[in-house]
T-cell receptor, first 115, second 112 residues
Framework: EPEVTQTPSHQVTQMGQEVILRCVPI?????FYWYRQILGQKVEFLVSFYNNEISEKSEIFDDQFSVERPDGSNFTLKIRSTKLEDSAMYFCASSRMTSGIDEQFFGPGTRLTVL | RKEVEQDPGPFNVPEGATVAFNCTYSNSASQSFFWYRQDCRKEPKLLMS???SGNEDGRFTAQLNRASQYISLLIRDSKLSDSATYLCVVNGVTGGGNKLTFGTGTQLKVEL
């Protein structure tokens, strides 16, 4: 069964450093998303991406965040200058369509720890 | 009012019990509704979509009441493997495309 993959599974970084989280969505999916979950809190939407541009972003997704699809398979989330409060689990997701009822498939997540 | 609100639990039930979870959402224009399951430190996984007519998948039954903005999940004959956090998820709460809005989740522990 096809699945979304993410690397690394765990990233530890110093405050102020840049990190890039990587995702490989399911191959025939066209819509890509990033969500985050701070420990003990709910899953929160960050950004959606389609046709090489951002479709929607949340208030969390400020100028420190960016997304890119550098090639035909990878989808990345970059945090330019990490803060302590960026520590969270980051989930990538993908879907075939954006019809609303179409399932979003989630990757296993990258646990980001900012020291 | 929170966008998606759930009782956090935990619900501790014996194996074989029937358990029901409830959820309310704030935006009457919301389009699609789901229950996801999340195991500890794992990704959310779709359990089932929720339709106005109600739908059933084996031991799981989901109901939607648009007038009350209320969603429910019923688990019959609960198994140890059902222990997880159940997430109520709504699409389009704030009017944006395919953005999923999650509740905080209800924790279920099924015990022997």
């Amino acid at each position: 069964e096809p699945e979304v993959t993410q690397t690394p599974s765990h990233q530890v970084t110093q405050m102020g450093q840049e990190v890039i989280l990587r995702c490989v969505p399911i191959s025939n999916h066209l819509y890509f998303y990033w969500y985050r979950q701070i420990l003990g809190q709910k899953v929160e939407f960050l950004v959606s991406f389609y046709n090489n541009e951002i479709s929607e972003k949340s208030e969390i997704f400020d100028d420190q965040f960016s997304v890119e699809r550098p090639d035909g398979s990878n989808f990345t989330l970059k945090i330019r200058s990490t803060k302590l409060e960026d520590s969270a689990m980051y989930f990538c997701a993908s879907s075939r369509m954006t019809s609303g009822i179409d399932e979003q498939f989630f990757g296993p997540g990258t646990r980001l720890t900012v020291l | 009012r929170k966008e998606v609100e759930q009782d956090p639990g935990p619900f501790n039930v014996p194996e074989g019990a029937t358990v029901a979870f409830n959820c309310t959402y704030s935006n009457s224009a919301s389009q699609s509704f789901f229950w996801y399951r999340q195991d500890c430190r794992k990704e959310p996984k779709l359990l089932m979509s929720v339709y106005s007519s109600g739908n059933e998948d084996g031991r799981f039954t989901a109901q939607l009441n648009r007038a009350s903005q209320y969603i429910s999940l019923l688990i019959r004959d609960s198994k140890l493997s059902d222990s997880a956090t159940y997430l109520c998820v709504v699409n389009g709460v704030t009017g944006g495309g395919n953005k999923l809005t999650f509740g905080t989740g209800t924790q279920l522990k099924v015990e022997l």
